[in-house]
């Protein structure tokens, strides 16, 4: 990853962290298009951990912009008087609960499904998907028109349904503030405090992610230019995502969250519809019948290199020696006193050790039965050949030994 992708990253980062357009799948499509481009392999665990550090950008953002609310708070939780009523140290303990309540469905899905949740951004398909499930969301922001429900009067079982619907931003296009927000307002909070409200959930959720691709990372892999693209990049989409944030708190107030959605749909579709055509391509393949070989025919108009229509050249001469199917293939048999007189692993009578069994003299006459003369087939039932003079009654004697060969069947 180089300079250029590396800050082309962190102004994407930052200027849809916070919109509802989904920053993940941003990137997603950018990462995509500059390996495109480059042609280079990408790192997926080097990817996941830039990508979280981009993140950490956007976390100084969300504080800068509420940096008074925080100074508050922080008074207020050291016993301070001199703050207003909502950032005493009871109401900055029961929001920082129900920020904790509203973290606890990540964690199942961090433990259980994040390998599913990784493989779903291997394709843009998915990804369009989510544009398209984050549109629809945004459209039903139309009819919410929000509450007058505050920190105070927010319960939580409350917090636990903007969760639940924050369970679903790790997919690739679907956005956590669009969602979150749309889950507010549909519950009765006010349009500020459910953008407060949303923006505060993503301070644990970024604060975990940082802290577990931490632990992951190995240290000795960063080098000084790799380093000091991710403080640049992380710089850069912190610059930009406290200008979003300004922008986002406008949108909602004003109603006009929706607009996005237009932009959204346009965008899903045509991710499907482009991931749908390279797939088409990659997976066309000519038809080969895969019961008969590659063969060389008369050739028609058109072909080059005389080869038919519909077949393939062979890759190089054939080789000497027999192959499957070739009627004077023959696999040797070794013909030791074991192997003589053998035919389909059956004894021919008067070969290969054991005694000599003596001849019959005349075989009976039954019916279904054959009896054999010389090299002459004589069904019973009929009359037999007369001996000629001098020759005697007929023998069954075995016939002189050939060669044994291997039967095929």
């Known amino acids: 990853m180089d300079w250029i992708e590396s800050l082309a990253l962190g102004v994407v980062q930052g200027l849809t962290e916070f919109l509802p357009i989904s920053s993940d799948g941003h990137l997603n499509v950018t990462q995509r298009i500059f390996g495109a481009f480059t042609g280079k392999p990408s790192n997926v665990e080097d990817e996941i951990f830039f990508v979280v550090m981009l993140h950490v950008g956007t976390l100084l953002a969300i504080i800068l912009s509420y940096r008074n609310q925080a100074i508050a708070g922080a008074k207020g939780l050291l016993g301070s008087t001199e703050v207003a009523d909502p950032y005493r140290r009871s109401a900055v303990i029961r929001t920082g609960v129900l920020a904790v309540i509203a973290t606890l469905p990540l964690v199942p899905l961090k433990l259980f499904f994040m390998k599913w949740i990784e493989a779903a951004f291997e394709g843009l398909t998915v990804t369009g998907i989510g544009f ?20 105070a009067e927010t319960t939580w079982l409350d917090a636990l349904l903007v969760g639940i619907a924050q369970m679903f931003a790790p997919l690739p296009g679907v956005s956590r503030s669009g969602l979150t927000i749309a889950a507010a307002l549909a519950l009765g909070f006010s349009r500020t405090w459910a953008v407060n409200f949303s923006l505060m959930l993503a301070v644990p959720a970024i604060l975990g992610a940082t802290a577990f691709e931490l632990f992951k990372l190995d240290f000795r892999t960063m080098t000084g230019e790799r380093s000091a693209q991710i403080v640049a990049s992380s710089a850069l989409a912190g610059a930009i995502g406290y200008l979003a944030i300004v922008w986002l708190v406008r949108l909602v107030r004003s109603g006009r969250l929706w607009y ?3 932009y959204l749909v346009l965008l899903g579709a045509g991710l499907i519809v482009w991931d ?15 019961d008969r070989p590659s063969r060389v025919g008369d050739p028609r108009p058109g072909d080059r290199a005389g080869v038919a229509r519909g077949f393939e050249p062979l890759a190089g001469p054939l080789a000497a020696g027999p192959r499957s199917g070739d009627p004077g293939a023959r696999t040797p048999i070794r013909r030791g006193r074991a192997a003589q007189g053998l035919v389909l692993g059956r004894r021919l009578e008067g070969h290969g050790p054991g005694p000599r069994r003596a001849p019959r003299a005349a075989l009976a006459r039954r019916p279904g039965r054959r009896a054999l003369r010389g090299d002459r087939a004589v069904a019973s039932g009929g009359s037999a050949p007369r001996d000629r003079p001098g020759r005697g009654v007929a023998r069954l004697s075995p016939p002189a030994p050939r060669p044994i060969r291997r039967l095929d069947v």
């Open 132 to 151: 398209l499930v984050t549109a629809a969301v945004l459209l039903l922001t139309i009819r919410l028109r929000g509450g007058e429900k505050g920190p």
């Open 276 to 290: 749908s055509i390279k797939g088409s391509r990659t997976d066309a393949r000519p038809a080969q019948a895969l």
């Open 260 to 262: 996005f959605s237009v």
